[in-house]
C-alpha cells in the first residue's frame, strides 16, 4: 500500500492529463453520475459558495469545478458516449493547461463544506463530486504542491508537519506535570484510543490535559498510541485514496494493537469524516471498534452523569460549526449541549448549524500556501456571521477551524479569543475530591 | 404534402416514433448510469432509514432552505412560474387530455378557460425570463452551453405553437376531429414530437433524473445524520 500511495506522489514529477481523466471516470460511480448527469445550470451553487461571493468569479461557481470531471465523464462513460463519439459529438479530451487551470479551482477556492450540496435544488452532492474529482486531480499530478509535499512528510513521519513521537512524547510530559495527571501511552485493553492533529499536538497541547482530566472524572479507561498517533489525513484533502488508506491503516492498527474498544476522533473536521466515514470504505472492511467524535463522547459523558459542570463562563460566546462536523458529519446538537453546560450567555451565527459559512482553511485550502489571499478573503463571509453575534470570544470543535479562524481573526485586526470546546469543557469540570 | 397529411403525419407515425425515442431513450441513459454500479459503503451509519432519507430528499428540495433565501430569488421564483403554468397547461387544457385520452384511455375535467389562458400567459414570460437570466448573468451565461439553449427552445416551441392553434374548437368528450385549418395544429404536435425526441438526451432529462439524484444524496446524508 505504501508504494501505491508512493508512486501517486510521483504523480506530481509528470503529471498526465490522461491520467487524470481516467480516475475521473474510475470515480464515476452510478450515484455519481446521476447527479453529474442532473444539473440543469441553474447557478443556485454560486450563491451559497463563500469563494464566489466575494471573488464575483464565475468560475469559483462550486458546480464549475467539476467540469474536467463531466466532461471525461461524458466522452467515456456517460450512457450515449460511444454515439456522441461515433457522431464527433463527444467533448474534446481534457487537456493538461485546463486540469492546471482548475487546480486553483478544485482545491485553492473549495473547503469541500457542503454548503453547495445543501442549496442545489437537484439535490447534487457537489462536495462529494469535488471530492472525487480530486481523485483524478491527485492521480494526474495536478493537485496543489503544497498538498504533495504535506503528503509526503506524512507518509515518511506519520504527520503532515514532520512531527515525529518525541515531540508528542514531550508534549504529553509537560501536561502531565501541568495537570499532574498521567496520560497513558500503549495502554494495551483501553476503552478508548485518541489521537490527535498536529495542529493540536504543536499549537493547542493543552487539548491533552485537558483530555486527562475529562477521562479521570468520567472514570474511563483511555490511551495514546505512539505510533498512529496522528489523526490528520493528507489523503483525503489532497485526494488520494492510496495515501488516505496508508495513513489511516496506521491508526486502525493502533487501535487493533491496543485492542482499544472505540477510536476517538479528535477536534478536526476532515479527520473526523477520513476515520468516521471514508475510513472502512478506503480500507475496504468494517473496523472492529466504534469511531466516535470527541464532542459527541463529551456529551455523553455529560448525559450518562459521568462528567459533571461547574460554573459557567460568563461571556458573550458563539459556536463556530466546522463543515465535516455538521454538514458532512451530522453532529449538530451535542458540541450545543456542551455549551449550554459552560456558558452563561450563548449566542448563535445567523445561519449556524446547517449553513453555517466555513472558516475557508477547510478540505486542505490552510495547507495550500498559494490560496492564503483567497482564503483570507472568503473569511469575510464568516466575518459577518460571527460580527452578527457581538460575541466576546469563539468556539469551535476542529484544530484546523481553530488556527485558521486565529490567523483571519489577526489579518482583519479583530479581536477575539478562539476556544476550543473540549478544554472549556474540562475548564469547567467540577473539581475533584482528593479522595474521588 | 397537404396540411391534412401533415397532421396525420404528426397524429400518427411521427407521433409515435417520438414517443418510441422518448421512452426507449430514457430507458437507456438510466440503464446506462445504473451499468455504472456502485460499491456498498462499509462505515457504520448513523441511521440506516435510507429509504425515508431518500424520499426526504426528493420533497425537501422542493423547496429552498431558508437559510439560502437571502440573495438570487428571482430564479427559484421564476422557476416554479414556469414548471406550475408548464403542469397546468398540459393536464388542464382539454384538447391535452383528449390527446392523453386518445393514447391511454385516461382523462379528466379540464380547467376553465379564464383559469388557463393566464397561466398561458405566465409561462411565456417567465420562460423569456428563464432566458434572460441565463443570458445576462455570469454565473449561468459561463455554465450555459447549446443543451441549456436547445433545451430551452424546444420547451418553447410547443407553447408558441400550441398558442397559434389555441383557437380551434373541440366537442367536450371525445377525441376531436380535424378542425378546419390542421396546419396549427399539426406544427403543434411536431414541436411536441420535437420534444419527446430531444427530453431523453440533454438537459429536460432532469424531469426524471432529478428524483434519482435527490434520492441518492437524501439517502446519504440521511446515513450519516447530516442536514438535508
Given amino acids: 500500500m505504501s508504494e501505491r500511495a508512493r508512486m501517486v506522489l510521483d504523480s506530481v514529477k509528470a503529471p498526465d492529463a490522461r491520467r487524470a481523466a481516467r480516475e475521473f471516470v474510475a470515480q464515476a460511480g452510478r450515484d455519481a453520475a446521476f447527479q453529474l448527469e442532473s444539473c440543469v445550470h441553474c447557478g443556485q451553487c454560486a450563491d451559497a459558495c463563500h469563494f464566489h461571493r466575494v471573488s464575483g468569479d464565475p468560475r469559483h461557481t462550486p458546480i464549475y469545478k467539476l467540469q474536467p470531471m463531466l466532461k471525461a465523464y461524458e466522452r467515456e462513460a456517460a450512457p450515449f458516449a460511444s454515439v456522441r463519439k461515433l457522431l464527433g459529438l463527444a467533448p474534446p479530451e481534457v487537456t493538461a493547461e485546463e486540469l492546471h487551470e482548475w487546480s486553483e479551482l478544485v482545491y485553492d477556492s473549495c473547503n469541500l463544506c457542503g454548503r453547495c450540496t445543501l442549496v442545489c435544488p437537484m439535490g447534487i452532492d457537489i462536495a462529494g463530486l469535488v471530492r472525487l474529482a480530486r481523485e483524478g486531480m491527485a492521480a494526474g499530478g495536478f493537485a496543489p504542491p503544497d498538498l504533495y509535499k504535506a503528503a509526503e512528510r506524512a507518509l515518511d513521519t506519520g504527520s503532515p508537519i514532520g512531527l515525529r513521537w518525541p515531540a508528542l512524547k514531550r508534549q504529553i510530559e509537560l501536561q502531565e506535570q501541568e495537570t499532574g495527571l498521567r496520560v497513558p ?7 478508548y484510543l485518541v489521537v490527535l492533529t498536529s495542529i493540536e499536538i504543536m499549537g493547542f497541547a493543552e487539548i491533552i490535559g485537558a483530555l486527562a482530566r475529562i477521562f ?8 495514546i498510541p505512539s505510533a498512529g498517533f496522528e489523526a490528520t489525513n493528507v489523503g483525503v484533502q489532497m485526494g488520494s485514496r492510496e495515501v488516505a488508506a496508508e495513513l489511516l491503516s496506521r491508526i486502525v492498527a493502533a487501535a487493533e494493537r491496543l485492542k482499544v474498544k472505540c477510536v476517538i476522533s479528535p477536534e478536526c473536521g ?19 471498534f466504534e469511531v466516535v467524535q470527541i464532542a459527541e463522547l463529551l456529551d455523553r459523558f455529560v448525559r450518562e452523569g459521568r462528567l459533571r459542570l ?3 463562563d460568563a461571556r458573550r460566546l458563539t459556536f463556530h460549526d466546522p463543515c465535516q462536523l455538521v454538514r458532512r458529519g451530522g453532529i449538530t446538537e451535542a458540541p450545543r449541549r456542551l455549551m449550554d453546560g459552560v456558558s452563561a450567555n450563548q449566542v448563535e451565527m445567523p445561519g449556524s448549524g446547517a449553513a453555517s459559512f466555513c472558516c475557508g482553511g477547510g478540505g486542505g485550502v490552510s495547507a495550500i500556501h498559494r490560496a492564503e489571499g483567497l482564503r483570507f478573503a472568503a473569511f ?11 460575541a466576546e470570544a469563539l468556539v469551535t470543535a476542529c484544530g484546523n477551524c481553530r488556527n485558521v479562524l486565529e490567523e483571519a481573526i489577526d489579518h482583519y485586526g479583530m479581536t477575539l479569543p478562539v476556544l476550543g470546546l473540549t478544554e472549556l469543557v474540562a475548564q469547567y469540570l467540577e473539581p475533584e475530591t482528593r479522595e474521588g | ?5 401533415l397532421l396525420e403525419f404528426a397524429r400518427g407515425p411521427a407521433l409515435w416514433a417520438s414517443l418510441a425515442v422518448l421512452v426507449a431513450g430514457s430507458l437507456w441513459r438510466i440503464a446506462g448510469i445504473l451499468r455504472l454500479g456502485s460499491k456498498p459503503d462499509l462505515s457504520e451509519p ?9 424520499m426526504r430528499g426528493i420533497l425537501a428540495r422542493m423547496i429552498p432552505r431558508r437559510e ?8 427559484v421564483w421564476n422557476a416554479y412560474a414556469y414548471h406550475v403554468g408548464l403542469a397546468v397547461i398540459v393536464f388542464g387544457y382539454l384538447p391535452h387530455i383528449h390527446f392523453v385520452e386518445r393514447l391511454t384511455g385516461l382523462a379528466w375535467p379540464p380547467l376553465p378557460g379564464p383559469v388557463l389562458y393566464p397561466f398561458v400567459g405566465l409561462t411565456f414570460v417567465s420562460l423569456f425570463i428563464a432566458l434572460m437570466e441565463r443570458l445576462t448573468d455570469p454565473v449561468r451565461r459561463l455554465l450555459s452551453g447549446f443543451d441549456d439553449y436547445f433545451s430551452w427552445f424546444v420547451v418553447l416551441l410547443p407553447l408558441a405553437t400550441g398558442m397559434i392553434a389555441i383557437h380551434q374548437s373541440y366537442a367536450p368528450g371525445a377525441a376531436p376531429a380535424p378542425p378546419l385549418d390542421p396546419l396549427p395544429l399539426a406544427i403543434h404536435l411536431l414541436s411536441v414530437e420535437l420534444l419527446f425526441l430531444w427530453l431523453p438526451f440533454g438537459k429536460l432529462a432532469h424531469a426524471f433524473l432529478v428524483f434519482a439524484s435527490r434520492a441518492v444524496t437524501g439517502a446519504a446524508l440521511a446515513r450519516r445524520g447530516a442536514p438535508l
Fill in chain 2, 46 to 54: 448513523r441511521s440506516t432509514r435510507l429509504l425515508a432519507g431518500a
Fill in chain 1, 185 to 191: 501511552v500503549d495502554a494495551e485493553g483501553a476503552e
Fill in chain 1, 380 to 390: 469575510e463571509c464568516k466575518k459577518q456571521q460571527i460580527e452578527a453575534t457581538g
Fill in chain 2, 68 to 75: 439560502f433565501r437571502d440573495r438570487g430569488q428571482l430564479g
Fill in chain 1, 216 to 223: 479521570r472524572q468520567a472514570g474511563a479507561s483511555w490511551t
Fill in chain 2, 1 to 5: 404534402m397537404t396540411a391534412v397529411e
Fill in chain 1, 270 to 288: 476532515h479527520a473526523y469524516s477520513a476515520l468516521r466515514w471514508e475510513g472502512p470504505n478506503l480500507l475496504g472492511r468494517r473496523y472492529g
Fill in chain 1, 310 to 312: 461547574r460554573g459557567k
